[in-house]
């Protein structure tokens, strides 16, 4: 009973306020649904819907479910940016406020709000926390085998590449602590869809924070559209082939060497 009220009043034991950013674009038939799901797991953060100026009127329902619930925000964009410029708008909107920890959440139900608690618990004992698809314990559900693929592959290549020790460096489902995206360095961050959830954790680890995952469930979008397309695919694989020649060419000027496995071990 005690740690149910301190859960509701204070934000997350042993972390402090949590802001859920959920950026959204026509996710009108999802909105409610997310933010009633996020509420019911975890009562005590809050939440910022950051709508692109959806044709299709999520942001006038965002706008009506902050009016009912002083815990949800919203940030109105002026069109359609893309998800990257979304969470870095989020990660401003929450510095500006003081809050002590940022979470990347989709709206489309992927991401369970229920699995939520076990990251921010995590998150009391790490910087940056993903939640992952690819570690042991996680299940994905009714996602098409060419997404599996493509998301397994995807992540192997980012991971020898760049040297991450980071089983789903594409995952969006994260935590992050307010030190740790200060020691980011968000200003140089240009990339969008998977290659910006990569670019954070390269920027992550090499900025010596302490990446962990947690297990989860993801789940295929039931309403809606998907924003995946084979252009954010190109950019995805485009961007991770040209940090990892970056990196490289650094580890080289600084006299390092590759490991064995072809990985690069920063200092």
Not at 39 to 54: F, G, K, Q, T
């Amino acid at each position: 009973m005690g740690e149910a009220a301190d859960r509701r009043t204070i934000g997350h034991p042993g972390l402090g306020r949590v802001l859920v950013v959920i950026p959204t674009y026509n996710e009108a038939d999802n909105v409610s649904r997310i933010v009633a799901r996020v509420r019911e797991a975890a009562p005590a953060v809050e939440i910022l819907i950051a709508d692109d100026n959806s044709p299709d009127g999520t942001g006038v329902i965002a706008d009506a479910l902050a009016r009912t619930d002083p815990r949800v925000h919203v940030l109105h964009r002026e069109g359609k940016q893309g998800l990257g410029t979304a969470y870095l708008a989020g990660f401003a909107w929450a510095r500006q406020r003081g809050y002590d920890a940022v979470v990347e959440m989709d709206a489309d139900g992927s991401h369970a709000p229920e699995d939520l608690p076990a990251l921010l618990d995590a998150a009391c004992d790490a910087d940056v926390v993903i939640g992952s698809r690819w570690t042991r314990g996680a299940r994905v559900v009714n996602w098409p085998l060419r997404r599996l693929v493509l998301s397994r592959c995807g992540n192997l290549y980012a991971r020898l590449a760049l040297g991450m020790p980071v089983s789903d460096a594409t995952g969006g489902y994260r935590v992050y602590r307010s030190a740790a995206l200060e020691a980011i360095d968000l200003e140089s961050v240009r990339s969008q869809g998977y290659s910006f959830q990569v670019e954070l954790s390269r920027l992550a680890h090499r900025a010596g924070v302490r990446i962990v995952e947690v297990p989860i469930t993801f789940a295929q979008r039931e309403r809606g559209t998907s924003k995946m397309s084979p252009l954010i695919v190109a950019e995805a694989l485009w961007r991770i082939t040209t940090w990892g020649l970056q990196d490289r060419r650094t580890a080289v000027r600084r006299g390092l060497h590759g490991t064995p496995d072809g990985q690069v071990r920063w200092p």
